[in-house]
């Protein structure tokens, strides 16, 4: 049973030209569609969506790996300028002939480069249609101490959330206590938030890496913010995560949001991420 990162879940103010959109560059397919469940509503905390279409997208090898749901309400904006999800890094095999291909209504924000990390990953960031980043990488090779899965697939999963926080040191508090492992924290630069804030190129952030199951894990970028409107933003709304059981009581106590939703549980993260946790 696959464990760490199931799906992503992106909320667009409208389906077709999303699904179009992924279809036609991203190498994906329509799995299913259908109207959200009132239970899978809760699930990922969005109650009054309940009844709203939605489409399950599958990847280059099938597996189904993104729900986009429709909210015409939803306003679309960049993802640098609010806390919380900022990116889903999602494994590619080329990314260099990927990200070369992607056109409008996708921007590639950045050419491909490899990371300041490694030159074993590889990665182009890159707007998507309902404001949503990606980060499409490619690892070429093991990057110790980190466990990164490699692929030849044109498009494999999500195997990487990042988020941005006013806190590193409480987002990694919480992720560890969610995720059973301290992880790392260190400074590096961050070329598309430079870009964003009109910072220069080489400036540096606070960031923490803290691995999960299954290949994958949690960046957490720690940037200051004005306060963001209360409005429902367009593009990465949540991450659905296969984990071993944690007990409830230890994830409030590190800053967890939880409510038991059936089988399922519905987290908000101190930054205001929000996770759809199933147990493994």
């Known amino acids: 049973m696959k464990s760490g990162i199931l799906h992503a879940t992106l909320i667009a103010p409208q389906l077709p030209p999303v699904v179009e959109a992924y279809a036609a560059q991203l190498s994906m397919r329509e799995h299913a569609r259908g109207s959200l469940a009132a239970d899978d509503a809760a699930a990922l905390d969005l109650p009054e969506l309940a009844g709203a279409p939605f489409v399950w997208l599958a990847n280059s090898v099938g597996e189904p790996v993104l729900r986009v749901i429709e909210d015409p309400q939803a306003v679309i ?3 640098m300028f609010r806390h919380g999800w900022l990116s889903l890094e999602v494994l590619v095999g080329d990314v260099d002939a990927l990200a070369a291909g992607l056109q409008p209504p996708f921007t590639v924000l950045g050419p491909a480069a490899n990371l300041e990390l490694s030159d074993a990953i590889r990665a182009a960031q890159v707007l998507g249609p309902c404001g949503e980043l990606l980060y499409l990488t490619q690892i070429k090779a093991p990057v110790p101490p980190f466990d990164l899965p490699m692929t030849d697939a044109t498009v494999a999963t999500t195997f990487i959330g990042v988020m941005t926080t006013p806190d590193r040191d409480a987002s990694q508090r919480a992720w560890s206590a969610l995720l059973g492992a301290p992880g790392w924290a260190f400074d590096t630069k961050i070329t598309v938030l430079n870009r964003a804030y009109g910072r220069p ?8 890496v803290v691995p999960m199951p299954g290949q994958c894990m949690v960046e957490i970028d720690q940037v200051e913010l004005p306060a963001a409107p209360a409005r429902r933003a367009a593009g990465t709304h949540s ?5 071993p059981a944690v007990d409830d009581a230890v994830l409030r106590a590190a800053g967890w949001q939880v409510a038991a939703i059936g089988n399922r549980r519905s987290l908000r993260g101190p930054a205001g991420e929000h996770v759809e946790l199933l147990g493994a």
């Open 77 to 79: 904006g960049e993802p």
């Open 201 to 208: 190129l080489e400036g540096s952030y606070p960031v923490a």
């Open 239 to 243: 991450l659905c995560l296969r984990l």
